[in-house]
């Protein structure tokens, strides 16, 4: 069983985890401006499609904290390239929404960092993933561990 900090485990003192896309996402000198001046880390990641985009965002040292969409970059082998990427630069990874599905990608990388818990597929799923003390536990079921609510699948289907 694995499990992951969430927004609600925060450890500094003003409760300040990182400064999230403070200016555009291809302003990449000014984003390494940010991240050399201020104390509090820059993230930043979530509106990149390509491998090539979070490439030259890591080479100029613009984000102290990568975040990751996994819709946006194409699933999980495309996810996992990006975060051995982020890790051949010592930086941590996080998961932009889609928590049921980022538990298990950022406790498959050793620079997972933290799950962004918007559970919207919460209506559809039989399930969503425990979250228990600020950690969101990973479920031990084969695969990704979810199971579609079939009912609730068809209230919400499109004709």
């Known amino acids: 069983m694995s499990s992951l ?5 925060l450890t500094h003192e003003a409760h300040v985890v990182w400064l999230e896309d403070p200016v555009h996402h291809q ?18 990641g979530e509106h990149l499609y390509q ?3 979070f490439r030259d965002l ?3 040292r613009g984000v102290d904290i ?17 975060a051995a990427l ?14 049921e599905v980022h538990v298990h990608l950022l406790a498959a ?7 962004e818990y918007m559970p919207r597929s919460r209506a559809i799923l039989q ?3 425990e979250l228990k003390d600020g950690h969101l536990i990973a479920p031990d079921a084969p695969g990704l561990g979810l199971t579609l609510d079939e009912a609730a699948v068809q209230r919400y289907r499109v004709a």
């Open 27 to 44: 302003n990449l000198a000014a984003l390494a401006q940010l991240s050399r001046t201020l104390e509090v880390p820059i993230a930043g």
């Open 127 to 129: 399930a969503m993933p």
């Open 58 to 60: 890591l080479q100029a």
């Open 51 to 53: 491998l090539s985009a």
């Open 86 to 99: 982020a890790q051949a630069h010592n930086i941590p990874v996080c998961g932009h929404v889609v928590p």
């Open 5 to 9: 900090l969430t927004e609600g485990d």
């Open 66 to 82: 990568a975040i990751m969409d996994l819709a946006r970059v194409g699933g999980i082998t495309p996810w996992r390239k990006i």
């Open 109 to 115: 990388v050793p620079n997972g960092h933290m799950v």
